[in-house]
Every structure is written in structure tokens, then in C-alpha cells.
T-cell receptor, first 111, second 114 residues
């Protein structure tokens, strides 16, 4: 079954707005939560990642927030730009052999 | 460094045909992976390898086989292709487990099975 649940499936945001993507998980052994960005025709690329000992991590316009008690984490893209239009995947792992990916969110930022 | 490369980029097969997808990495990574990506399904792990000569099943291994004879290469084989295997296939690699090191993806292979 899907170990990481991601929402929404698609998102349309105006230029300058905030894009918010949410993810939830059940396995409390997960200890690493990366976000990947994928442009059409390309492979996914790591954008930012967080561990449970940190509640928030910021890199430029991208922020991840982590709520350990709720078993949820979310990404915020501030001042969204048309160049941010891509598919975003959240993922989780317990430092095991592989990542468990969410189903992805297709983001479109309109001019 | 070329990173992770995949061959071929596109392929069309007829049902029942076989083919091999090649993944190569030049980063001296121990871990390598094969994923498939289908619309609305995200990335699903097919097989993975934690070192030369080792392979293991992932979430959706049926209908696929893999080999890792050399550290830098990870091959994905389809012995008898089926329309359900129409997908985009991504190879990835990491130096150690993905909870420790970044997983790098290749550009993908788009496979259509008629």
C-alpha cells in the first residue's frame, strides 16, 4: 500500500503566490523526508530534505515543515514563479534500502 | 561527470518481445535502483542493488529481471513484454542508502508495448 500519501494531485497558483503540498505517513520508523522536483521529460532531482529532529527547513523560496506528532510534512514554495511549474514528489525512508514516494503533485504557476 | 545515463531513451515493443534497459553511473555509487513511473502512481520501485553482484526485489518486480555484474551498470530486462509494462522507467543511484545520501536519477526511458 502507499506508505506516503500526497495531496493535492494538481495545483494551480498565480505568479507570486504560495504553493503548498502536503504529505502524510504512517510508519513511525521513517527518519528522512526528501522532496524531489521533476520537469517534463527529465528525471526527478532532490530539492530539499528534512529529518524529524527539525520542525522546519528553509532553502531560498522553498520551505519544508515537519509535524512529527501528526505524522505529516509539507512543502511551501513562496513567491511561486512560472519556472517552478513541475511535478513535486515527497518521499520518506527509514534509512533502509529505498525511498517511498508519494504519488506526486503537478504544479502549474500561471503568469 | 555524466552522472546517471540510460539507454535507450525511447523504445516501442510488440507484446511478447524482450529487451534490456541499460543504466550506467560514473559516481562510484554502491546503490542502484530501477523505478517505473505511471500517471497518477508516482514512482514505484521495481528492483534495486546494494552493491556489485547483488540484486533484490522492490515493490513491483513481476515481469522484470535485473543484473549488476559491474558496479557502474544496472540492467533491467523484460523477457516477454506486456502492454501493462508501458511506462517511463527511471534508473537511480546513491553512494549509500537513500536516508544518508542523495539519490540521483537518470533521464528516463519511455517504453511503449503494443
Amino acid at each position: 500500500q502507499q506508505q506516503v500519501k500526497q495531496s493535492p494531485q494538481s495545483l494551480i497558483v498565480q505568479k507570486g503566490g504560495i504553493s503548498i503540498i502536503n504529505c502524510a505517513y504512517e510508519n513511525t520508523a521513517f527518519d528522512y523526508f526528501p522532496w524531489y522536483q521533476q520537469f517534463p521529460g527529465k528525471g526527478p532531482a532532490l530539492l530539499i530534505a528534512i529529518r524529524p529532529d527539525v520542525s522546519e527547513k528553509k532553502e531560498g523560496r522553498f520551505t519544508i515543515s515537519f509535524n512529527k506528532s501528526a505524522k505529516q510534512f509539507s512543502s511551501h514554495i513562496m513567491d511561486s514563479q512560472p519556472g517552478d511549474s513541475a511535478t513535486y514528489f515527497c518521499a520518506a525512508t527509514n534509512s533502509g534500502y529505498a525511498l517511498n514516494f508519494g504519488k506526486g503533485t503537478s504544479l502549474l504557476v500561471t503568469p | 561527470n555524466a552522472g546517471v545515463t540510460q539507454t535507450p531513451k525511447f523504445r516501442v515493443l510488440k507484446t511478447g518481445q524482450s529487451m534490456t534497459l541499460l543504466c550506467a553511473q560514473d559516481m562510484n555509487h554502491e546503490y542502484m535502483y530501477w523505478y517505473r513511473q505511471d500517471p497518477g502512481m508516482g514512482l514505484r520501485l521495481i528492483h534495486y542493488s546494494v552493491g556489485e553482484g547483488t540484486t533484490a526485489k522492490g515493490e513491483v518486480p513481476d515481469g522484470y529481471n535485473v543484473s549488476r555484474l559491474k558496479k557502474q551498470n544496472f540492467l533491467l530486462g523484460l523477457e516477454s513484454a506486456a502492454p501493462s509494462q508501458t511506462s517511463v522507467y527511471f534508473c537511480a543511484s546513491s553512494y549509500r542508502n537513500p536516508g544518508t545520501d542523495t539519490q540521483y536519477f537518470g533521464p528516463g526511458t519511455r517504453l511503449t508495448v503494443l
